[in-house]
């Protein structure tokens, strides 16, 4: 009888560590002549067990093409909310090189980074779009390679 004790906390613990702590996290590509201001790309992400709360993260993928060291970018959140949409918008600083020209990020002829954005509460199976573009001077922006977005489960609740 003490044995079935132990065996629900251990079935539920394994549970719990099954379940994707990373439950979106998806790349797209931008066009190779370069990525224009007017190019939004969209990520759409529905949670499937729980809501909770979660984190955002923004992926860049670049080659030696980039002319600048740094860029500014604008990820836009847009939660399903009953009978309306809720928008959030948030701009990022992604630093990529220093003043003396050199890359700060990963990779030798593809580079790579990611930056942190913001953090948002979800239901369950509420949908949320991000929108994200660029909003550097340049109209196109060349040497974007790929654009991702992250999403991370920080709590989880079930109602």
């Not at 080659?63 to 500014?72: K, N, S, V």
């Not at 990020?105 to 948002?120: I, M, W």
């Amino acid at each position: 009888m003490r044995f079935s004790y132990l065996i629900l906390p251990a079935v539920l613990l394994l549970c719990a560590a099954c379940r994707p702590r990373t439950p979106f996290h998806r790349y797209l590509p931008v066009p190779t002549e370069g990525w224009d201001r007017t190019d939004t790309l969209r990520f759409d992400f529905v949670p499937r067990d729980t809501g909770g709360v979660f984190r955002t993260s923004l992926g860049l993928r670049f080659t030696e093409a980039m002319p600048y060291q740094d860029l500014w970018l604008v990820v836009e959140r847009r939660i399903a909310h009953r009978r309306d949409v809720r928008a959030h918008r948030d701009t990022l600083h992604v630093p990529l090189g220093t003043d003396r020209g050199r890359w700060t990020v990963e990779g030798s002829v593809l580079h790579e980074t990611e930056v942190r954005a913001d953090t948002f509460s979800l239901t369950r199976t509420q949908p949320v779009s991000f929108l994200v573009y660029h909003v550097m001077s340049r109209q196109s922006l060349p040497g974007v390679t790929e654009v991702g977005v992250k999403v991370e489960r920080i709590t989880e609740n079930r109602y």
